[in-house]
């Protein structure tokens, strides 16, 4: 039987698709819906309603299946059209000669096109070459009608593109998205602004899903979450740490000089290239490291012996003992471990929950979302440049447990692609180290602070690839020198006066004037009168005495 599964996936690989207005008609004809279809094939009901429509081709062994389908299909509905047209012939109307009304009913050969009154596997056809041989008459001229007179379930047969068709019909969706929004709101760029930023999360679902069309991996949208992933409560964080950076130089530098403040561009964008988990997260062996997984890893930090001069990989954590961290951690403290760094020792691995990963699941999403932002910043357009930064921050900021992203709820997701944003900025303040700037500080999600020629090193610009100013100030302003507060003249009389008489018993000093303060409510200044000779050990003004 093997060998004969065997030939069938072959058959299936080599058989050229019928074409897309048949594969529904095929589908429906047996009574299927679509998701009946894409559940039994393991792809999305949008994937298959692509196929159908002509917007994508299956490609690889979901191509094969899907032709294997289409094949059994075929036949199955041929068949059942041949029984229907045996069983209940069709009734020929009463106007031929009476010398054959006492013949069955004819019909036209499918071999030369004359009338035929027998039927060979439910076609009709003559039974010998004389009576099949083509008349003199001229054959009809081919017109458009020719293919209405073909049986409906003929299956044309057209040849398989050499390349898949793309995902989309060529439009640019962001585009025709905003300027529906326009034209919606009569040219208005704020009202267009608020209404497009409010369907943002919606529209990035609908936007995630046309480019996933014909993709080559499925994903699980509500996985069981391990139990470090579930908030015990709405107020409450998860167990995942980020490794968020909030980072200051201990010391101020040598030199003083200007302390410039880059911002990163698309920080969060950026970071959607990033190895993420398909399925629900699962229990593996930690040791070793399997890079084709991805997902989320109990450790104990290694120790960081930089901190005056670079920031701590893992972020601003207090807490000793271990943690968890997302993929994109791991892989960076992995890497300075490594013989090219050697900037600390390895994590110590003790658990780890992951699924199989891909980096390119949110490529086209990335990559669309990019091209619409350089379109935007080429033709200042304020209204699309801020639709599609909403895209891409509400996208990843409802990922996890949100009300608001009823469609996909993948948390571990959200902190993977949080996390590859903090260790990109984490690679470009070692990049900023090694070619001799100075950082002072490395903080939020796309801060730098450093002093000299940062252009030498970054491009300064609004692409993705590039770092725009954001600040210049000075040192001092992250340093301030300790400069003695002004001392203000105390107003006690006795202040001069009684500075060092009672030198030998406790007190209190004046921070105004340096004179003794009463050592209980520390408020009333004591004079020599106040204190009686057996209370000076106490120095206690009257009411407190």
């Known amino acids: 039987m093997n060998g004969y599964l065997a030939l069938d996936a072959l058959l299936a690989a080599h058989t050229p698709l019928p074409a897309h207005t048949e594969r529904g008609r095929l589908r429906s004809s047996l009574g299927l819906t679509p998701e009946h279809l894409a559940q039994a094939i393991g792809i999305s009901t949008g994937t298959l309603h692509a196929w159908e429509e002509g917007l994508a081709e299956p490609e690889d062994h979901l191509r094969d299946a899907y032709a294997y389908f289409l094949i059994h299909a075929h036949n199955v509905v041929e068949y059942r059209a041949r029984t229907v047209a045996e069983t209940h012939p069709t009734p020929v109307p009463d106007t031929a000669d009476p010398a054959i009304d006492n013949q069955p009913p004819s ?3 499918v071999l030369c096109g004359k009338p035929a009154t027998e039927q060979v596997a439910g076609y009709p056809q003559h039974l010998t070459a004389a009576e099949c041989t083509p008349t003199d008459a001229p054959a009809p001229a081919p017109g458009p009608a020719t293919h209405e007179e073909e049986p409906k379930h003929r299956i044309p047969t057209p040849r398989r593109p050499s390349a898949p068709q793309p995902s989309n019909t060529g439009r640019d969706p962001i585009r025709d998205t905003v300027a529906a929004a326009m034209a919606a709101h009569h040219g208005d760029p704020h009202q267009a602004t608020a209404a497009l930023t409010a369907r943002a999360i919606p529209d990035a679902m609908r936007l995630i899903n046309a480019l996933r069309v014909g993709g080559r991996y499925d994903i699980v949208h509500h996985p069981a979450l391990p139990e470090m992933l579930r908030k015990p409560s709405p107020r409450e964080p998860d167990l995942i740490w980020e490794a968020r950076p909030n980072w200051q130089r201990p010391k101020a530098p040598q030199h ?5 403040a880059l911002d990163i561009n698309g920080a969060y964008l950026s970071a959607l290239k990033t190895h993420l988990p398909l399925g629900q997260l699962q229990p593996t062996a930690p040791q070793p490291h399997d890079r084709r997984r991805s997902g989320i890893h109990l450790i104990t930090p290694p120790v960081w012996e930089h901190d005056t001069h670079l920031p701590n990989p893992l972020g601003s954590r207090h807490e000793p003992g271990p943690v ?14 490594g013989p090219q760094h050697a900037l600390c020792d390895p994590p110590v691995i003790h658990e780890s929950y992951t699924s199989g990963s891909t980096e390119n699941l949110l490529e086209k999403f990335r990559t669309t979302l990019r091209d619409a932002r350089a379109r935007a910043l080429d033709e200042d357009d304020a209204v699309t440049l801020d639709y599609a930064k909403a895209l891409y921050a509400k996208f990843v900021s409802t990922l996890g447990e949100s009300t608001y992203n009823r469609d996909l709820c993948r948390p571990d997701w959200m902190h993977i ?10 690679s470009k303040a070692y990049k900023a180290h090694t070619q001799g700037l100075t950082l002072l500080r490395v903080c939020g999600t796309d801060e730098l602070h450093l002093q000299g020629d940062w252009r030498r090193v970054f491009p300064e610009g609004r692409d993705l690839s590039q770092v725009k100013m954001k600040d210049t100030y000075e040192v001092a302003a992250l340093y301030p020198k300790a400069q003695p507060e002004p001392q203000a003249e105390c107003t006690d009389p006795y202040a001069e006066k009684r500075r060092y008489e009672y030198a030998g018993g406790r007190y209190v000093g004046c921070s105004t004037c340096g004179g003794d303060l009463c050592t209980s409510c520390r408020v009333a200044h ?3 009168a106040d204190v009686p000779f057996q209370h000076n050990d106490d120095n206690l003004c009257a009411a407190c005495r």
């Open 417 to 426: 692609i949080h996390s590859q944003a903090f260790a990109n900025l984490w």
């Open 256 to 260: 003083d000089g200007p302390v410039t």
């Open 324 to 337: 968890w961290i997302t993929e994109p951690t791991l892989r960076l403290l992995l890497r300075l471990a």
């Open 107 to 109: 019909a036209l050969c």
């Open 526 to 528: 004591l004079a020599p």
